[in-house]
């Protein structure tokens, strides 16, 4: 439905399968779209499969949403989830970001 009328019905399950698709059949507008839906979605329980994936798949307006996200939460994330799960080019780039 999307190429034809330049609308998309995003559900949380399938924005981010829609944001890799986006990507690979390089659709900017469609992969904006995704990324908008997404970032207003962040959670605590979302947040390291999201910014693992919009660092994967180029996704660099939600990479910065989630990396602000994890800034603003960096307690309750670091006392509840496992870091280790995030790529080290992310946690590198939370360290240099919260050293401001």
């Known amino acids: 439905m999307y190429l034809y009328c330049d609308q998309v019905e995003l559900t949380e399950k399938a924005a981010i399968d829609l944001l890799i698709e986006a990507n690979k059949y390089m659709l900017p507008r469609l992969k904006e779209l995704c990324e908008q839906f997404i970032a207003e979605r962040l959670s605590v329980k979302n947040i390291i499969a999201i910014i693992n994936s919009a660092e994967l798949h ?19 994330i670091c006392e509840t989830l496992d870091l280790a799960q995030v790529s080290k080019s992310i946690l590198l780039e939370l360290y240099k970001r919260s050293d401001r």
């Open 58 to 76: 180029e996704a660099q307006s939600l990479k910065e949403c989630a990396l602000n996200f994890m800034l603003k939460n960096k307690n309750i």
